[in-house]
C-alpha cells in the first residue's frame, strides 16, 4: 500500500456492499475521514474571502468617486453580471447552453413591479416583492427543468426549449393588459426607499457575494460534479449519478438567483418592461458570459460589467456608430482572446499553487449486505433488435457471487450489447433481467447502479477536465453526498480500487489531470473509479483492449482477487483467449446472437463449436 494509504484493509471474505447498501446505513463510518483542514486548502479559501471582502468594500467606497452616469450604468451593469453568472454555472460549468435566464430575470422583476403596483407601496410589500421574485422563477424554473432534462433529452432540445421559455413569458407579459402593462410594461411605481449610491452599494455587494458563492461552489466536490456532467454525462449515470435530478435542481436555485437579480432591477431602475424577459436579452447574456470567459465566473462578471458601461459609453457620445465599433471589438476580442477576457487575469493563476491532493484512506470493513438467495445476474430469454436485425435472441444466462465469467465471440455477436441489455433497462426488446431479483425493465442506468452493478466500457470512459482523485470522488458520489462548499482533504475507496491504483502507480498522481495520462493509465483508472462503487457485479467490456503485458496482468490479479477473495462476480469481455483461459471460473461463448456454449474453461476450450467458430467455420 502506498505511503497515501493507510486505515486497514477490509477483511479479504467481507463482501462488498453497494450504492444502495450504503444509502442504508450498512457501513460503520470511519474517523480518520473526518479530520482538520489541510493548512493549504484552508489558505486558499481565506485568500478567496479576503478578496471578496476586498470587492465588497471597493464597492461601498465607490459611490465617492463615480458620478451619476457612471452610478446609474454601472448598477444596471452590475445587476446583469448576476444573471450571467448563472449563465456561465449552467453554460461554462454544467454545459447546458441557456438563453432562458432572460425569463427568470422577467419573471422574477415583474412579479416585484406587478406586487408594488397593484397590490401595496409600502415596505411589507417590498419584502412580499422579493420573496415573490425568488419562489416564482423557482417554480417556473422547476417546470422547465422537469420539461428539459428528462431521461434521455439532448442538450440542443435543452437548448430550444431555453429559446421558447423567454418567447413565452413575454407573450404573457403582452397579453397581460393592464395587470403586465402589455407593451408598455410598468412604470412609476414605489420601491425601496434608496438613493442612487444605495442601489449602487446593494447591486454590488449582492453581485460580490454570488460571485463569491459560485466561486466556492464551483471548487467544491458537488461543484466539480457539473464539470463531470458536462465530460462525460453517461459516465456519471454508470456512477450512480441521477444528472437529470441535478441539473433540474441547477435550474431551480439559478433561477431563483435570477429572480433575485430581477427584484433588483425592478426597484434600482423604477420600471420593468417585456424585453427584460425576452431572448435577445436572453442572447446578450450568453455573449457576455463567452466574451467574459465561460467557466471562469470572473470572465462573465468582466463581460457583463464592462460591455455595459462601455455601450452607454459610446452610444451617449457616438449615437450612430456605437454599435458598430462595440462590434468590432467583439470581433477583435474573440480573434485575439478566444477563451474570453478572463484570459487576462490567467496569468495571475500561475502564482497559486495547485491545490494539494486529497490523502488516500481505505474505507472499513463493510457488514455483508445480501439477504435473500437470488443470484446476482438473472436474464431470461433476453433479445434485442435494431429494427428487422435481430441482434439478441434467447439468452438465458445466470451469475453467482464469486463467478469470473467470460463472455467470449467474434466480432458482432453481440457481447456488448448483452452488456448494454444488463444495465439499462430500456436495451432488451425481449425477455427479462434480473438483478439481485429485481426486474430491472424500464430503469434508468443510474437506478441499476444503485442496485449493486458497475460497467465499465471498452474505450475507456472517464472525465477528461477533472483530476484523477476527482474523478475516483465522482466514484463515490453515490456513497456520500459531495460537499456544496468544500473539496474534501480525504478520498475514502475500497482497499481494491487503491490496489489497482498502487499497482497501476496512479496514488502518486492524484493531482495529475486526465487529460494527461496514457491510454492504459486511463483504463486502469476506470477500473478502479468502478470498483469504488463497491459492485457486487462488475461488467468489464475489454478491459485488457490496449494494455501492456504486464498491466493486462496486473488487472487480471485484481479481477481475481475481487471475485475469488472478496465475493464479487465479474463478467467480462475479452479477445484475448490466453487471458480468458487464465482468469476465468466459467466461459460463456456468443456465436451470432445466440449463446452457444456454457461451461468451464475446459469445456469451453474443447467444445466443437467454439473451435469451429474460432477457425473461421462457424457461419450458419
Ligand atoms: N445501435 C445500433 N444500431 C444498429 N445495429 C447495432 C447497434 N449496435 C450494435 N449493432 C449491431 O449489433 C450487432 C452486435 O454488435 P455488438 O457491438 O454487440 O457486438 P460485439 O460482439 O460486442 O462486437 P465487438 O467484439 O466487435 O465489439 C452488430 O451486428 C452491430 O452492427
Request: with cysteine; aromatic share 6%.
Amino acid at each position: 500500500m502506498s505511503a497515501r494509504s493507510s486505515a486497514a484493509s477490509p477483511s479479504p471474505s467481507s463482501p462488498p456492499s453497494s450504492c444502495a447498501s450504503r444509502r442504508k446505513g450498512f457501513r460503520v463510518p470511519d474517523a480518520a475521514l473526518t479530520g482538520g483542514a489541510p493548512v493549504a486548502r484552508r489558505r486558499r479559501g481565506l485568500v478567496l474571502l479576503v478578496l471578496a471582502l476586498v470587492a465588497a468594500a471597493v464597492m461601498l467606497a465607490a459611490p465617492a468617486v463615480l458620478d451619476r452616469f457612471s452610478l446609474n450604468v454601472l448598477t444596471r451593469a452590475m445587476i446583469f453580471a448576476i444573471l450571467a453568472i448563472t449563465v456561465d454555472l449552467l453554460w461554462g460549468f454544467a454545459g447546458i447552453l441557456t438563453f432562458g435566464q432572460a425569463a427568470f430575470f422577467g419573471v422574477g422583476a415583474y412579479a416585484t413591479a406587478m406586487i408594488l403596483t397593484h397590490v401595496g407601496d409600502s415596505a411589507p410589500y417590498v419584502a412580499l416583492g422579493l420573496v415573490a421574485a425568488v419562489i416564482l422563477p423557482m417554480v417556473v424554473g422547476a417546470m422547465v427543468g422537469w420539461l428539459t432534462f428528462y431521461p434521455g433529452s439532448s442538450a440542443f432540445y435543452a437548448t430550444i426549449i431555453s429559446l421558447v421559455v423567454p418567447i413565452v413569458v413575454t407573450q404573457v407579459i403582452y397579453s397581460g393588459g393592464t395587470f403586465t402593462g402589455s407593451s408598455s410594461g410598468l412604470v412609476g411605481y414605489w420601491g425601496m426607499p434608496l438613493s442612487l449610491e444605495g442601489y449602487f452599494r446593494l447591486a454590488g455587494v449582492v453581485l460580490v457575494a454570488v460571485a463569491f458563492a459560485a466561486l466556492v461552489f464551483v471548487r467544491s466536490d458537488a461543484g466539480r460534479l457539473l464539470t463531470a456532467i458536462r465530460n462525460n454525462e453517461t459516465r456519471c449515470a454508470y456512477l450512480g449519478i441521477n444528472t437529470q435530478r441535478i441539473k433540474i435542481l441547477l435550474t431551480v436555485v439559478l433561477a431563483g438567483v435570477t429572480g433575485l437579480a430581477g427584484f433588483l432591477y425592478a426597484n434600482a431602475s423604477g420600471m420593468v418592461a417585456p424585453e427584460n424577459a425576452g431572448f435577445v436579452f436572453g442572447t446578450e447574456l450568453v455573449v457576455w458570459t463567452a466574451l467574459g470567459g465561460r467557466g471562469t465566473i470572473v470572465g462573465p462578471v468582466l463581460g457583463a460589467v464592462g460591455i455595459g458601461y462601455l455601450s452607454a459609453e459610446l452610444s451617449g457620445d457616438l449615437p450612430f456608430l456605437w454599435q458598430l465599433l462595440i462590434g468590432t471589438l467583439f470581433v477583435l476580442v474573440i480573434i485575439v482572446l478566444p477563451n474570453g477576457l478572463a484570459a487576462l487575469v490567467a496569468p495571475l493563476k500561475a502564482w497559486r499553487k495547485p491545490p494539494p491532493p486529497p490523502t488516500l484512506v481505505a474505507l472499513p470493513v463493510t457488514v455483508p449486505r445480501r439477504t435473500g438467495t437470488a443470484p446476482l445476474l438473472a436474464m431470461e430469454k433476453v433479445e434485442k433488435s435494431y429494427g428487422s436485425q435481430k441482434v439478441l435472441a434467447d439468452i438465458t444466462l445466470t451469475v453467482a457471487p464469486g463467478e469470473l465469467v467470460s463472455l467470449v465471440g467474434p466480432n458482432g455477436a453481440g457481447k456488448t450489447t448483452l452488456m448494454r441489455c444488463m444495465t439499462d433497462g430500456a436495451a432488451a426488446s425481449g425477455g427479462t433481467v434480473r438483478i439481485n431479483g429485481t426486474a430491472i425493465a424500464g430503469m434508468l442506468p443510474d437506478a441499476i447502479v444503485a442496485r449493486g452493478i458497475g460497467r465499465k466500457f471498452q474505450v475507456a470512459s472517464v472525465f477528461e477536465d477533472l483530476t484523477v482523485a476527482e474523478c475516483l470522488r465522482m466514484a463515490r458520489a453515490c456513497h456520500e453526498t459531495p460537499s456544496l462548499v468544500a473539496a474534501a482533504e480525504t478520498l475514502a475507496l475500497p482497499a481494491s480500487a487503491i490496489d489497482i491504483l498502487r499497482l497501476t502507480g496512479l496514488d502518486r498522481m492524484l493531482a495529475s489531470p486526465v487529460s494527461l495520462l496514457s491510454h492504459g493509465q486511463k483504463q486502469s483508472l476506470e477500473l478502479a473509479m468502478v470498483v469504488s462503487l463497491e459492485p457486487e457485479l462488475i461488467l468489464l467490456d475489454e478491459p485488457t483492449a490496449g494494455l501492456t503485458k504486464t498491466e493486462r496482468s496486473t488487472i487480471g490479479t485484481v479481477l481475481k482477487t475481487l471475485t475469488a477473495e472478496r465475493g464479487m462476480a465479474a463478467i467480462l469481455v475479452e479477445h484475448d483467449l490466453d487471458f480468458v483461459r487464465e482468469i476465468s471460473s466459467r466461459i460463456v461463448v456468443l456465436h451470432q446472437g445466440r449463446l452457444v456454449v456454457d461451461g468451464t474453461v475446459e469445456e469451453a476450450v474443447n467444445a466443437d463449436i467454439v473451435k469451429r467458430i474460432y477457425s473461421g467455420g462457424g457461419h450458419e
